[in-house]
C-alpha cells in the first residue's frame, strides 16, 4: 500500500504523457528493486517504446535502439493482444521470448488498460529466473490502473488547452467586432445583442466536441473533494460536480441514440435522478417515483432542464429529509401548449430561511428558467415541497 500511494503521489501533479510514463518506470526501479522497466504505448496497432530505465536508460529521457512490436510478437505483443498479465519464469525454455538489450531469464509483463481497451504495456525483466511473483504483477497491474487513468487525463487536459485557446481566440474576434458594430451603428443595439446571444450558444454548442473532458473535470473535482477536509468545501465540489454530470447525461445520450437533434426526457430524467442518488449515497433511503411522459428535448431545452431537475433533487436530498428517509416523485408531461415538470417530495416542507441558504442553487434555477422562457414556482407545507416549472418545448 505504502508504493502505492506513493506512486499516486508522484502522479498526481505530472501534467503530460512523456513525464507520467518516465516517472512510473523511474520509480518502478527505484522503489521495487527491479533492474530494468520498459513502458509501451499503443500507435496504429504497434505497441512504441515510450520510456525506459535501466540498461535501456543511458542518459536522461533517452532510450537505447528502441524496438517496435506488433500486436501478438514476443510477451509484450502478446499482453497487449489478450490484455491479460504473463509471468515468465524461464526465458530461456519460452519460445515467445523476445530478447531486446540483452537475454534474462525471468519477465513480467502487464497490459495498461483504459475503458477495457489495451494502450500499452509495462515491462520488467531480470537475470535471475523465478524472480517475479504474483504479488509483483499485482502491484504492477495497480500501477498501471493509475498510469491508464493518468494518460488518458493529461491527454484530455492537452486537448483541452488547446481547445480553450481556440475559443478564447473565437471569443476575442466575436467581441472586437462587436464592439465595432457598437459603435458605427448603436441604434441596431437590440439586434447585435440577439446576435451575440446566438453566437454564445452556438460556442456552447462547440463544447460537445469536448465531451470526454466533462468526465476528468468530474474525476478531478472529486479527487479535490476528497483530498480536502472542509466541509463546505467538499459540499461545493459535489454539488459541481453533480451539475457536470447533469451536462455528461446529455452527451452520452447524445452520442448513444446517434441522434444530435433532441433527447428522449424519460431516459434522460430517469438517469440524472439515478447519478444522484449513487452520488449522495442514499439509493437504499430515499426512493424517486417517476412519472414521465415520451418527450423529446433539443439540446437549448435540454442542458438548462437538467441543471434545473439536478438541483431540486439535491435540495430535497439535502433539506427535505433529516433523516435521510422520504420519497421523491418526478413528473413530466404537457398541459396545453406547455410542458410541465414538478418535483415533489413528502419531507418537512420548503423552508424560506433553509432556502437563503442554498441562494446560488435558486439563482441558478431562476436564470436557466429565464432561459427557458419559462416560469418557476416552489412551495411547501407539512406534508412536502412541490416545485413546478413550466415552459414551451420547441419540439412540440
Not at 489478450?82 to 509483463?109: C, F, H, L, N, Q
Not at 502491484?139 to 493518468?150: F, P, Y
Not at 433539443?298 to 422520504?326: R, T
Request: proline share 3%; aromatic share 6%.
Amino acid at each position: 500500500m505504502e508504493i502505492i500511494n506513493s506512486f499516486a503521489s508522484k502522479l498526481l501533479h505530472l501534467d503530460t504523457v512523456d513525464e507520467t510514463v518516465w516517472t512510473v518506470a523511474q520509480n518502478v526501479i527505484s522503489e521495487l528493486d527491479y533492474v530494468d522497466c520498459i513502458i509501451y504505448l499503443m500507435e496504429d496497432n504497434r505497441l512504441i517504446q515510450k520510456a525506459a530505465y535501466g540498461p535501456k536508460n543511458p542518459r536522461e529521457h533517452q532510450i537505447k535502439d528502441p524496438i517496435i512490436l506488433h500486436l501478438g510478437e514476443g510477451i509484450c505483443g502478446l499482453v497487449a493482444q489478450s490484455g491479460k498479465s504473463m509471468i515468465i519464469r524461464d526465458t530461456s525454455k519460452d519460445p515467445r521470448y523476445k530478447v531486446d538489450d540483452a537475454m534474462r531469464y525471468s519477465e513480467i509483463s502487464v497490459p495498461i488498460i483504459f475503458q477495457d481497451q489495451v494502450i500499452g504495456v509495462i515491462d520488467s525483466e531480470h537475470p535471475e529466473k523465478n524472480f517475479f511473483t504474483e504479488e509483483d504483477q499485482e502491484i504492477l497491474e495497480t500501477i498501471a490502473s493509475m498510469l491508464a487513468v493518468k494518460i488518458k487525463q493529461a491527454e484530455a487536459t492537452q486537448e483541452l488547452k488547446k481547445n480553450q485557446a481556440d475559443l478564447k481566440k473565437k471569443v476575442k474576434e466575436k467581441t472586437q467586432k462587436l464592439e465595432n458594430s457598437l459603435k458605427k451603428l448603436k441604434e441596431y443595439n437590440k439586434e447585435i445583442e440577439e446576435s451575440n446571444r446566438q453566437k454564445e450558444i452556438l460556442l456552447k454548442e462547440i463544447h460537445h466536441r469536448v465531451k470526454n473532458n466533462l468526465q476528468i473535470v468530474s474525476s478531478l473535482m472529486n479527487l479535490h473533494m476528497y483530498k480536502t477536509e472542509n466541509g463546505e468545501a467538499q459540499d461545493v465540489f459535489n454539488d459541481c460536480r453533480n451539475r457536470v454530470n447533469s451536462m455528461a447525461v446529455i452527451h452520452e445520450q447524445l452520442y448513444g441514440e446517434q441522434d444530435m437533434y433532441g433527447i428522449n426526457s424519460k431516459s434522460y430524467i430517469t438517469e440524472i435522478g439515478q447519478e444522484l442518488l449513487i452520488s449522495y449515497d442514499v439509493a437504499n433511503e430515499i426512493n424517486i417515483e417517476y412519472e414521465v411522459e415520451p418527450m423529446i428535448y433539443s439540446l437549448d431545452i435540454s442542458v438548462p432542464f437538467g441543471l434545473i431537475l439536478n438541483e431540486l433533487l439535491v435540495n430535497s436530498f439535502k433539506y427535505a429529509f433529516p433523516e435521510n428517509k422520504g420519497v421523491i416523485r418526478i413528473l413530466n408531461y404537457q398541459e396545453g401548449d406547455d410542458t410541465i415538470l414538478k418535483v415533489e417530495d413528502d419531507g418537512i416542507g420548503y423552508d424560506p430561511k433553509t432556502a437563503r441558504n442554498n441562494s446560488l442553487g435558486l439563482e441558478l434555477i431562476e436564470a436557466l428558467t429565464e432561459q427557458l422562457n419559462g416560469s418557476f414556482t416552489i412551495s411547501g407545507s407539512k406534508k412536502g415541497t412541490v416545485a413546478v416549472l413550466r415552459f414551451r418545448n420547441k419540439n412540440d
